[in-house]
């Protein structure tokens, strides 16, 4: 799976009132103490690749809905019509494709996490709008014509 290699245990076990089960049990196999992952599916005819592929699916998708709820505000709108919540929504998504996306292009950023690149890109915003502030003030632009060009450019 993905180019790793597993090593996989299964087992269709009765579970008093669940019924079949199939158990699997999974570690990749890269390391001496890779954690043991259990993994229950009611799926009896499927073999355990395909339900470990499933599940690490299935994590991806929870981890995306983690981060739109905690760091990109998915849980936060309170709107009252429809094409406002899609709005809503297209924003979130859209916001997390460009996260991800500069995470794959920026290498120093690899290793972060939503959370953490959202934090980046409020640093650097507010580092470009400190250095613009510098830059308009050091050409000699007095204090109300500063904050119009800034209302102006807010307005782009």
């Given amino acids: 799976m993905g180019g790793d290699i ?27 103490r890779d954690p043991i992952h259990f993994l229950v599916s009611d799926f009896l005819d499927r073999d355990s690749s395909k339900l470990i592929e499933a599940f690490r699916r299935r994590h991806k998708i929870e981890e995306f809905y983690r981060d739109a709820k905690q760091c990109l505000g998915l849980e936060g709108y309170m709107v009252r019509s429809s094409h406002a919540s899609n709005r809503h929504w297209r924003l979130v998504f859209l916001a997390y494709t460009l996260l991800v996306l500069l995470k794959r ?38 204090l109300p014509e500063a904050l119009k060009t800034l209302n102006r450019t807010a307005k782009l």
Avoid at 6 to 32: C, D, F, N, W
Avoid at 105 to 133: F, H, M, N, P, Q
């Fill in 6 to 32: 597993y090593a996989t245990v299964s087992l269709q076990v009765e579970i008093p009132k669940l019924g079949a089960t199939i158990l699997v049990m999974e570690s990749r196999h890269q390391k001496k």
């Fill in 105 to 142: 292009r920026v290498v120093s950023l690899a290793g972060k996490t939503i959370g953490e690149l959202c934090e980046w890109v409020y640093d650097k915003c507010i580092e470009g709008l400190i250095s613009r502030i510098y830059n308009l003030f050091k050409s000699g632009v007095t």
